[in-house]
């Protein structure tokens, strides 16, 4: 479904991404592990197209996307849920929701269906539609910011650190909607540092470590790596 084949990715002088390849398969869960700066914000920037690699070529369901706009990459199917879940603080939990669809110009009776949607997997958001999203706690944020990125459905998406900051609880309930997406046939590329979370809900994983890929393979075979187990788990 997705192949990034060698990009190297550049902020100015700053090289996050040295030569990175990674492959998703329709269907999969993958997830990319890595310490701190690492790279692998810059790695689901780069296939939105919120930042373009200086070098390789991203191919997605056979089409060079390398070089398109993120309003472009949205409509091929592909969603990022960025890292600090970004909703619209001032804007209400439903206004946030079709912003999600914003691109999607669909009628009132389908945006209508989706926010059900999007409803019945996160109720807390049906109880709370017009409060504040700015207002919300990190795990309704959380839950707001994966349901606005479903509100397009996309066929592949992608999550930056969605357990950051929440309760062990909370945690375990946002990897639970993530399992049930996938039962439900989207596509996940999964980016942690928890990584005993995300390699356990993973098909197959890859450590990057500074910028580059160090380790891919069955999630289950990484989990089981000494190396992986010592510097982060
Ligand atoms: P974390 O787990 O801490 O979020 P990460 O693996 O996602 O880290 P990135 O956010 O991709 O790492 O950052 C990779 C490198 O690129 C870091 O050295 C970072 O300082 C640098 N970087 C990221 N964004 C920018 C930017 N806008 N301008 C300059 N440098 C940047």
Redesign the pocket.
């Known amino acids: 479904m997705l192949k990034v084949d060698q990009i190297s990715t550049f902020?100015?002088k700053?090289q996050?991404l040295d030569r990175a390849s990674i492959e998703v398969g329709e269907n999969e869960i993958v997830s990319i592990i890595?310490?701190?700066?690492?790279?692998?914000?810059?790695?689901m920037?780069s296939i939105m197209g919120l930042?373009h690699p200086k070098s390789g070529t991203i191919t997605y369901q056979g089409e060079n996307i390398t070089n398109l706009k993120t309003n472009q990459i949205v409509t091929r199917g592909i969603v990022y849920v960025p890292?600090g879940r970004e909703v619209f603080p001032e804007l209400s939990v439903e206004e946030n929701l079709e912003m999600g669809a914003f691109s999607r110009k669909y009628t009132a009776a389908k945006m209508r269906s989706l926010l059900e949607e999007q409803y019945a997997v996160y109720p807390r958001l049906k109880e709370r539609r017009k409060q504040a999203a700015g207002t919300l706690s990190g795990g309704e944020q959380q839950m707001l910011a994966m349901g606005r990125a479903l509100m397009s459905k996309p066929k592949l998406l992608m999550l930056?650190?969605p357990s950051m900051g929440l309760a062990p609880i909370l945690v375990e309930q946002i990897f639970d909607i993530i399992k049930e997406l996938h039962a439900a046939g989207t596509t996940v590329l999964l980016?942690e540092?928890n990584a005993q979370m995300a390699l356990s809900i993973a098909d197959r994983a890859y450590v990057?470590g500074t910028?580059r890929i160090t380790m891919s393979g069955p999630a289950a075979e990484v989990l089981a790596d000494d190396r992986v187990r010592s510097a982060y788990l």
């Open positions: 902020y100015g700053v996050a890595g310490a701190n700066g690492a790279g692998k914000s810059t790695m920037r930042v890292e930056d650190e980016v540092q990057l910028g």
